[in-house]
């Protein structure tokens, strides 16, 4: 079964499809929502045909807000993530044949060879005229299982995002080292989304975005933005951040920092002038420090602590938290902004002043993620469980 997928021609594919009625597209529009059935919510799409993948990503595109992905697995009516939530669809259960019929047109057979070999696949892929996306292709319940993501091109802005004033001041950094950290669904995406489209409305220059998949495309403004994904342009993030050294770029954004040679040529880059920004999975600036730092062998550890306290400029270390009785979601987030006391304590090795120094330094934009995490209690937006689990000192909420 897994074989054929590959097999079928495209060509055949769309011959297969020429005699079923077409989509209509208007009553997607008017129908595509989410509501109820008894106590169970579900996404109602108003669609009457045998569905295709473009009119997935039409129903979820006309959802408000839109929503973002997409989930297919044998036995099971497509899901949508909507506002957080996965939903089930009003549509009938999909089988292994329709779901490989609707992979099998947006995918290359390089991508599918490599999906029946390794039984896990990654690609971007583009509907044309309407969106790309990320598709993860896995084997689940003896046929394919996807997970499809909607790729933005229009992100929005630090003020839409209702984040902080200091994020605006740490776009404005020139050069220098910005990490922005977080564990799965903690918002870093789209944190970083909206520091590139602050950056390039409004300084002129080149902005090198590289991942192993692209979760969003920005515009170009000012500002020139090339996106590069890594095992398609590039073999690795390395060669893509010191091709960037002879590619007259300015700016760097990269993926997840995954070790001592990436984290190498981003202490190379910061050292040419660049402004470099990212992500990484610690939570909270102590354990982000410590995870570099561990990177490297005892006998460099010295040259990284200096390292580290001359080209970090900031770190912003993020969480999204369910509020009370459904109530929405709340970010809440960890800023460490260059000082000089910052930078002496992170020569020094003594991570463990941070916290404190953050305390001392509200007033330019540092913040404590314990502390949001106090005013969300206070105001019984969180319980105590929540913001115990979420907290970044063990002894924090022990006595409330």
Not at 73 to 86: D, Q, S
Not at 153 to 175: C, F, G, H, M
Not at 298 to 310: D, F, P, Q, V, W
């Amino acid at each position: 079964m897994i074989g054929r997928i590959w097999k079928r021609s495209k060509k055949a594919l769309s011959e297969e499809k020429k005699d079923l009625p077409a989509v209509e597209q208007d009553e997607i529009k008017q129908r595509a929502k989410k509501t109820s059935v008894g106590k169970v919510q579900v996404i109602e799409t108003g669609l009457k045909y045998k569905y295709d993948l473009k009119a997935l990503f039409e129903i979820l595109m006309d959802l408000r807000p839109p929503a973002f992905d997409i989930h297919l697995t044998p036995g099971f009516p497509p899901y949508f993530r909507y506002n957080g939530e996965l939903l089930s669809s009003d549509l009938p259960p999909l089988t292994i044949e329709e779901i490989e019929d609707l992979l099998c047109e947006y995918s290359t057979r390089e991508k599918i060879q490599e999906f029946v070999e390794n039984k896990f696949v990654e690609y971007v892929s583009e509907i044309p005229g309407l969106t790309s996306f990320r598709a993860n292709l896995r084997r689940e319940n003896n046929g394919v299982g996807a997970s499809l993501r909607r790729i933005s091109t229009n992100s929005l802005s630090i003020d839409q995002l209702n984040l902080p004033r200091v994020y605006k001041d740490i776009a404005r950094k020139e050069r220098g080292l910005i990490i922005i950290s977080g564990p799965a669904k903690s918002g870093k995406t789209t944190t970083i989304a909206a520091l590139i489209k602050f950056i390039s409305n409004t300084r002129q220059g080149k902005i090198l975005v590289l991942n192993r998949t692209i979760e969003f495309i920005s515009p170009s403004k000012k500002s020139m933005v090339i996106n590069k994904e890594v095992g398609k342009d590039i073999s690795s993030y390395v060669e893509g951040i010191e091709q960037a050294f002879t590619d007259d770029t300015e700016v760097i954004v990269t993926g997840e920092i995954e070790g001592i040679d990436m984290m190498t040529s981003l202490f190379n880059a910061t050292q040419r002038g660049l402004l470099v920004i990212s992500e990484f999975y610690p939570r909270g600036c102590v354990k982000i420090l410590e995870r570099i730092i561990n990177f490297f062998p005892e006998t460099k550890k010295e040259k990284i602590y200096s390292h580290l306290s001359e080209y970090l400029e900031a770190i912003i270390s993020q969480v999204i938290i369910n509020k009370k009785e459904n109530a929405g979601k709340a970010l809440i987030s960890e800023v460490l902004l260059s000082t000089p006391e910052v930078k002496f304590s992170i020569k020094e090795g003594q991570f463990t002043q941070l916290p404190m120094i953050i305390q001392h330094n509200k007033s330019i934009g540092m913040q404590d993620m314990d502390d949001e995490l106090e005013s969300l209690l206070k105001e019984n937006k969180i319980t105590l469980d929540m913001a115990r689990a979420y907290s970044i000192s063990s002894e924090k909420f022990v006595q409330n």
